[in-house]
């Protein structure tokens, strides 16, 4: 990270996420979040690869048993979107390539490990409080959910309090 890198004002930014929020809001009904959206895809694929063990399982059956489409729902469209839209803006501004971002005391197979690792964790919290960071913070902040405002400052916190741990690899 030799040059400059551009990047969006971020008070434009901020604005054009409210923007968004409440289109998804008014066209769709939901606010914005992506777990939901990957579990409907990681089913789809089940139900691709074994159909009768979605139709037997309770849990993948009631997003894509017998003629369900687990792809049918609002979210996966949104997750393309932000997958299309992420891909666009590196584009447009230069930033796609290949890259390991990691601290000089740290190998590249560390943090490849601790990436996946906290993925993981994330993925699966985000399940278990049948919600992701996304949909907890913006969606939830927006419509004023008390349990959304406490979650960001559980977040916030969290980060803060183990930032110290973590930033001497990093530097």
């Known amino acids: 990270m030799t040059k400059q890198e551009r990047y969006i004002n971020p008070y434009l930014g901020g604005a054009l ?34 159909p009768d063990h979605v139709n037997r399982t309770a849990y993948f059956a009631q997003t894509a048993g017998g003629n369900r489409n687990a792809l049918a729902d609002p979210s996966v469209l949104m997750l393309l979107g932000t997958v299309l839209g992420g891909l666009a803006s590196g ?13 000089p005391r740290i190998t590249n197979r560390t943090r490849l490990l ?3 690792l906290g993925g993981a964790i994330m993925g699966y919290g985000a399940r278990m409080a049948r919600g992701c960071t996304s949909g907890q913070a913006l969606s939830g902040g927006a419509v004023l ?27």
């Open 17 to 50: 996420l409210g923007v968004v929020l409440f289109s998804a809001f008014l066209f769709t009904g939901n606010g914005l979040g992506a777990s939901g959206a990957v579990n409907r895809v990681q089913v789809a694929v089940v139900d691709l690869v074994a």
């Open 114 to 116: 601790l990436a996946l």
């Open 91 to 103: 584009l447009i501004f230069g930033r796609v390539r290949p890259e390991i971002r990691k601290g």
């Open 145 to 171: 959910a008390v349990g959304s405002w406490v979650f960001m400052f559980a977040v916030f916190g969290g980060a803060y309090a183990l930032a110290y741990f973590l930033r001497r690899a990093w530097n």
